[in-house]
């Protein structure tokens, strides 16, 4: 073989494996969604359900993530939202949560399953209350097959209620997490669930299909500083110290039908994460388009709250994070 020969043959070679590495490229069409300016967000990760995730990047999010970390709210602060990923290299993932929801460019499902959540009703043994320093959480302990069950709607596995927490701002005009075609709202609660098919809660996290958290968004009752609609809001004094938990008896307890009331509400879904670090990338998000109230006395007991910094616990969002190439669906 002559030298003209290999040397052709190699550059014939060369050019027909990029041309199959071009074309092996996805493609992907997002239509209705305009690139938004993520550079504040650090390094962009592989979203789990891509077929090229590695776990390994999760597991060491995970474990290099603990509650001794230090992180804030304040936009201003060294480990603030835009340096989470300092904290918890998930946090810069391209799937992050919470988003806008631009609702002229959802996409509409019409043939769909109804969402139902069996035991709405049903009523706990005892439920924590717990102070977290930067949120407070009802966790309720479950009687022998009395834990709500969710399925239908976008959900293939049905997911077992675990806790509820919330998010809110210093005024009226800002604390939710999600926003409606960017406006936000004074409060936000995030019921959790986990996949049925994992043992528990801390096992489903790290799944790509680990969790389901639904959310609603409050409205403020006007002229309602002397008076208060709902059961949990009743507790928020007892805990009002970092680290202070209560545990509420069979006697007083309350279901989720108390909270969220019934069911039958539209809602939209999308694909996420956790809203804290380590903010894994293993939410399916369905945000209700049903508005929950809430008076202006509750409002004042959840700012009441002492965070771990020793002040009031007068914001406790995430700002809004790029959509990218993620679609948001209607229900």
């Given at each position: 073989?002559?030298?003209?020969?290999?040397?052709?043959?190699?550059?014939?070679?060369?050019?027909?494996?990029?041309?199959?590495?071009?074309?092996?490229?996805?493609?992907?069409?997002?239509?209705?969604?305009?690139?938004?300016?993520?550079?504040?967000?650090?390094?962009?990760?592989?979203?789990?359900?891509?077929?090229?995730?590695?776990?390994?990047?999760?597991?060491?999010?995970?474990?290099?993530f603990?509650?001794?970390?230090?992180?804030?709210?304040?936009?201003?602060?060294?480990?603030?939202?835009?340096?989470?990923?300092?904290?918890?290299?998930?946090?810069?993932?391209?799937?992050?949560?919470?988003?806008?929801?631009?609702?002229?460019?959802?996409?509409?499902?019409?043939?769909?399953?109804?969402?139902q959540?069996?035991?709405?009703?049903?009523?706990?043994?005892?439920?924590?209350?717990?102070?977290?320093?930067?949120?407070?959480?009802?966790?309720?302990?479950?009687?022998?097959?009395?834990?709500?069950?969710?399925?239908?709607?976008?959900?293939?596995?049905?997911?077992?209620?675990?806790?509820?927490?919330?998010?809110?701002?210093?005024?009226?005009?800002?604390?939710?997490?999600?926003?409606?075609?960017?406006?936000q709202f004074?409060?936000?609660?995030?019921?959790v669930?986990?996949?049925?098919?994992?043992?528990?809660f801390?096992?489903?996290?790290?799944?790509v299909?680990?969790?389901?958290?639904?959310?609603?968004?409050?409205?403020?009752?006007?002229?309602?500083?002397?008076?208060?609609?709902?059961?949990?809001?009743?507790f928020?004094?007892?805990?009002?110290?970092p680290?202070?938990?209560?545990e509420?008896?069979?006697?007083?307890?309350f279901s989720?039908l108390n909270?969220?009331g019934?069911?039958?509400w539209?809602?939209?879904?999308?694909?996420?994460?956790?809203?804290?670090?380590?903010?894994?990338?293993?939410?399916?998000?369905?945000?209700?388009?049903?508005?929950?109230?809430?008076?202006?006395?509750?409002?004042n007991?959840?700012?009441?709250?002492?965070a771990?910094?020793?002040?009031?616990?007068?914001?406790?969002?995430?700002?809004?994070?790029?959509?990218?190439?993620?679609?948001?669906?209607?229900?």
């Amino acid at each position: 073989m002559s030298r003209q020969f290999r040397v052709t043959s190699g550059r014939t070679m060369s050019a027909l494996c990029l041309s199959l590495l071009l074309a092996c490229q996805p493609v992907v069409f997002a239509r209705g969604y305009p690139q938004e300016d993520s550079t504040l967000w650090g390094q962009k990760s592989s979203h789990p359900n891509d077929v090229n995730y590695d776990p390994s990047y999760y597991e060491h999010s995970a474990r290099a993530f603990s509650k001794s970390d230090q992180w804030s709210y304040a936009l201003s602060d060294a480990l603030g939202p835009p340096n989470w990923p300092i904290v918890a290299p998930a946090c810069g993932g391209m799937f992050q949560s919470p988003i806008n929801i631009d609702t002229a460019s959802t996409l509409f499902v019409r043939r769909k399953i109804p969402l139902q959540l069996v035991g709405l009703n049903n009523l706990p043994a005892s439920i924590t209350v717990e102070n977290e320093g930067y949120s407070v959480k009802f966790t309720p302990r479950w009687r022998e097959r009395g834990r709500p069950l969710l399925r239908g709607g976008p959900l293939k596995p049905a997911y077992f209620f675990e806790q509820m927490h919330f998010h809110w701002g210093p005024n009226n005009t800002e604390g939710s997490e999600h926003t409606i075609d960017g406006r936000q709202f004074p409060l936000e609660v995030h019921l959790v669930f986990y996949n049925a098919l994992y043992r528990s809660f801390d096992d489903a996290k790290r799944e790509v299909d680990g969790l389901t958290v639904v959310s609603f968004l409050y409205e403020v009752v006007p002229s309602s500083v002397s008076f208060s609609l709902n059961s949990w809001a009743n507790f928020l004094p007892q805990v009002r110290q970092p680290e202070a938990k209560l545990e509420i008896p069979a006697s007083r307890v309350f279901s989720l039908l108390n909270v969220i009331g019934s069911m039958g509400w539209s809602f939209y879904a999308y694909e996420g994460s956790l809203t804290t670090p380590p903010c894994l990338e293993t939410v399916n998000w369905i945000v209700s388009t049903k508005r929950l109230a809430v008076t202006e006395q509750e409002m004042n007991r959840l700012r009441s709250l002492i965070a771990t910094d020793g002040r009031p616990m007068l914001l406790n969002y995430r700002p809004v994070q790029p959509q990218n190439t993620r679609r948001v669906f209607r229900y």
